[in-house]
């Protein structure tokens, strides 16, 4: 997973972006990360746009990548698995609906 | 600058509005605006409009000089539509006050106006999606039920917040609307039928949300020196305030508090030499029961983490330490979202009238609070009766 360093505050952040977010100075440096993390927060989704309609219900969580920065994310779940805040997840793919996580297996 | 006053309100009710279209329903309120002021459509020498979907919703852009020509307002003036969200109200708002501030005119009129109730659920979660960073977010399928979901659970996990602190501001709300005539929702709910309504984005409920609306709210502004002469009873506008937020979740570093808020409140005590304590009466931005504890945190009314708590404790009610959207609020009243700003202002200004249905006594100094979406945009009024 990529992610862009900015090298005036050594702080991360997600792609695309021009500036740091934290403080809009330095140059944004692209580095490769596993993407561990863990769940900052979570929510099922039941009601949905038009074009995600059959998808609901559909697990949407805010992760913290252990570089510090967060990212929004939908959570691939096995049925009988629960989501919890401080749960450990790692990055499994991106595509046109963005970054997929997936709980790490005990 | 010049100080400015409110001398005109008028609105439409907020609720399913069969039949009538978003230009209608925006010329009646105005029209209402302009002859509460006492004024003739001549003598108004610019318009702002806010609203968020039109285009989506109802195909429909370009209302601005749509409305006005409805309206029958003069050629020569600048007719402008504004747009911030569900903020787009308060935008108008204020761009209206800035030029009468600014002495450029004397007689301004500002509306908002929503048409959503022609659209389906999912045409309509759609629409309120747009305003959300659809590279960064967007795209994953995130709702704005969804995004107060997620800051909900942190909510929670944070200062341990419960559930039936949310499920306490619908019913608060709903028993506040009860009296009122411009309301979506006139019946009170108990604490069990909100914990019990079906779940829309986890934790959030159905009775946790606002609903769909139709609706369209406006007023009249003119500098302070003259509104006696035309309202006997003018406003005065004492702080009217706007700034920016985060258009991205996972840029905050603690969605618990939304920053353009706090910046805003700041700005608005700063300039009226006030603060939250002074406060008598708040219509504030509950587009979700967990909006209206955050807010209420982020005005300055309680500390971080406690709004939760000053609910369960009644303390935003009618007759409480701050009370908090005796309108009903945008969960009760309803949320027409680009009109949702001005209908704060029409509600405030009956307030401080004397003249609203769920009366605060002797409310003095009210504010009102408008945000749009993730809190990207803001605006704060803080406006006082004269005496």
């Known amino acids: 997973m990529t992610v862009l360093r900015c090298n005036a505050c050594g702080s991360f952040s997600i792609p695309p972006r021009l500036f740091c977010p934290k403080c809009a100075h330095g140059v944004l440096e692209e580095r490769e990360t596993q993407g561990f993390g863990e769940i900052y927060s979570f929510t099922t989704i039941y009601v949905a746009p038009e074009i995600f309609k059959d998808q609901v219900p559909y697990d949407i969580a805010l992760v913290e990548l252990k570089e510090g920065v967060k990212v929004t994310a939908r959570m691939k779940k096995p049925q009988d698995s629960r989501l919890e805040i401080g749960a450990p997840v790692r990055f499994c793919m991106k595509d046109a609906t963005g970054y997929w996580f997936e709980l790490e297996s005990a | ?387």
């Open chain 2, 1 to 387: 600058m010049k100080e400015v006053s409110i001398i005109g309100i008028g609105t439409t009710p907020f609720n399913i509005l069969e039949g009538k279209s978003l230009k209608e329903i925006a010329t009646q309120a105005c029209l209402d605006a302009i002859q509460d002021a006492g004024l003739e459509k001549e003598s108004i020498e610019a318009f702002y409009l806010g609203n968020f979907i039109s285009g989506i919703l109802t195909g429909q852009e370009t209302i601005a000089p749509l409305v006005a020509n409805s309206l029958g307002l003069p050629k020569d003036i600048p007719c402008t539509k504004v747009e911030g969200a569900c903020c787009s109200g308060g935008i108008a708002f204020r761009h209206g006050y800035l030029l009468v501030a600014a002495g450029l005119a004397k007689f301004v009129l500002v509306a908002g106006v929503e048409k959503m109730s022609s659209s389906t659920t999912e045409k309509n979660t759609e629409g309120l999606a747009s305003a959300f960073d659809q590279e960064a977010e967007g795209r994953t399928g995130l709702t704005f039920p969804g995004f107060f979901a997620l800051i909900a659970r942190r909510h929670m996990h944070q200062y341990g917040t419960k559930i039936e602190h949310l499920a306490g501001v619908s019913v608060k709300n709903h028993s506040n609307s009860v009296m009122n005539p411009r309301a979506r929702f006139r019946k009170k709910v108990s604490m069990e039928e909100v914990l019990a309504s079906r779940l829309i984005a986890s934790p959030i409920k159905l009775y946790d949300c606002c609903p769909i609306s139709d609706g369209a709210a406006a007023a009249v502004l003119c500098p302070a020196e003259i509104a006696h002469q035309f309202h006997k009873k003018p406003i005065d506008i004492l702080a009217s305030v706007q700034t920016t937020g985060y258009s991205t979740s996972y840029d905050m570093d603690d969605p618990t508090t939304l920053i353009a808020t706090v910046l805003a409140a700041q700005k608005a005590y700063t300039i009226s030499h006030l603060s939250a304590q002074n406060i008598d009466v708040a219509e504030l931005h509950d587009c979700f029961t967990m909006a209206e504890i955050v807010d209420s945190e982020d005005l300055g009314f309680f500390p971080k983490g406690k709004g939760g708590f000053a609910v369960e404790e009644g303390l935003t009610t009618v007759g409480g330490k701050i009370p908090i959207n005796p309108s009903g609020g945008l969960i009760s009243k309803g949320h027409p979202v680009g009109a949702t700003g001005l209908g704060q202002v029409f509600e405030i200004v009956k307030q401080l009238r004397g003249e609203h249905e769920n009366q605060v006594k002797n409310a003095e100094i009210g504010l009102t609070h408008n945000l749009g979406a993730t809190g990207q945009v803001c605006t704060v009024n803080i406006l006082k009766r004269r005496d």
